[in-house]
């Protein structure tokens, strides 16, 4: 069974582009979270998507969206970057809804974002 | 914020052996659940523990967890050079929230 699967892997941008970020789960997986990773800040909670619905949300601004296709495959966009956006960006895959059973999360391998 | 706190930080030791990472949460809890992480790559799962639990093993890891302290212990016995990773306790309530993680490192 293959595994989370992020594209891309590695990114450059400049400060005041967008981009967007792909995730696809593991087959038969309809909940994907994604985080974002910085030395500073560690592993923070952007938003989880189960079913095309979105179930939580982290704290970030509101540059930070994301959505969930029927096929569960998600996308995050980053709009109007800053410098502060440069940081891995991983995305998640279970099996259900983190809100309703004890399921563990399978990681993708991130993709690195650099603004610049 | 809402995230849980490790200690140590960081941790060195000779192969042979155990390591004990530490990691409190602030969040009601379902699960406690440990990770791993290899330089800036993507976490792998290491082992669940239900909040009505108290211990768990799982081959050289065992893990404890105290709901009244709000806090867990990862033990991993006889370390092996291949166990120097980053090590995150995440706190599953309605959400995954990440401790800062313990960066071990085991020398040969």
């Known amino acids: 069974k293959a595994g989370v699967t992020q594209t891309p892997r590695y990114l450059i941008k400049t400060r005041g582009q967008q981009v967007t970020l792909s995730c696809s789960p593991i087959?038969?997986?309809?909940?994907v979270s994604w985080y974002q990773q910085t030395p500073g800040q560690g592993l923070q909670f952007l938003f989880e998507?189960?079913?095309?619905?979105?179930?939580n949300k982290g704290n970030f601004p509101g540059r930070f969206s994301g959505r969930q296709f029927s096929n569960s495959r998600s996308e995050m966009n980053v709009s109007t970057l800053e410098l502060g956006d440069s940081a891995l960006y991983l995305c998640?895959?279970?099996?259900?809804?983190?809100?309703?059973?004890?399921?563990?999360?399978?990681f993708g391998q991130g993709t690195r974002l650099t603004v610049v | 914020s809402q995230q849980g706190e490790e200690d140590p930080q960081a941790l060195s030791i000779q192969e042979g052996e155990n390591a004990t990472m530490n990691c409190s949460y602030k969040?009601?809890?379902?699960?406690l659940q440990w990770y791993r992480q290899n330089s800036g790559r993507g976490l792998v799962h290491l082992i669940l523990?239900?909040?009505?639990?108290r211990e768990k093993h799982s081959g050289r890891l065992r893990v404890t967890l105290d709901t009244s302290k709000k806090s867990s212990s990862l033990l991993i016995t006889a370390s092996r050079a291949a166990d120097t990773a980053s090590y995150f306790c995440?706190?599953?309530?309605?959400?995954?929230?990440f401790g800062q993680g313990t960066e071990l490192s085991v020398k040969p």
């Open positions: 969040t009601s809890i379902n699960n």
């Open positions: 998640a895959s279970s099996v259900l809804s983190g809100g309703a059973v004890n399921t563990e999360a399978f």
């Open positions: 087959s038969g997986h309809r909940s």
């Open positions: 998507y189960f079913s095309e619905t979105q179930r």
């Open positions: 995440a706190a599953q309530g309605g959400k995954l929230i």
């Open positions: 523990i239900r909040s009505n639990e």
